[in-house]
């Protein structure tokens, strides 16, 4: 009886383990998601510091370009 609990204690924590793995492509569409957002937060500062309202401006305009892009990667994400 012990022996049979334990297998299916053990069974049952091995599909919990799992499920939560990412394949590679997963896990490199998360990567880069992350670093198109972090490409537009650092576009968004660099368009907090430049010198003219239309610097400022087109940095602003690459930075939601860029976290588009990384909001179409996560859509697609299979």
């Known amino acids: ?7 299916l204690a053990a069974a049952g924590l ?3 383990a799992a ?3 990412q ?3 997963e896990n490199a569409t998360d990567a880069t998601a ?3 957002d972090n490409a537009g937060e ?3 500062d660099l368009a907090d510091n430049a010198s003219t309202d239309a610097a400022a401006a087109s940095l ?4 939601d ?3 588009d892009a990384a909001d179409a990667v996560e859509d697609n994400k299979q």
């Open 1 to 7: 009886m012990k022996k049979v609990v334990f297998v």
């Open 14 to 16: 091995m599909s919990l």
């Open 19 to 21: 499920c939560s793995k």
């Open 23 to 25: 394949t590679p492509a």
């Open 34 to 36: 992350n670093a198109l």
């Open 42 to 44: 650092n576009l968004e």
């Open 60 to 63: 602003d305009n690459a930075a």
């Open 65 to 67: 370009n860029a976290h």
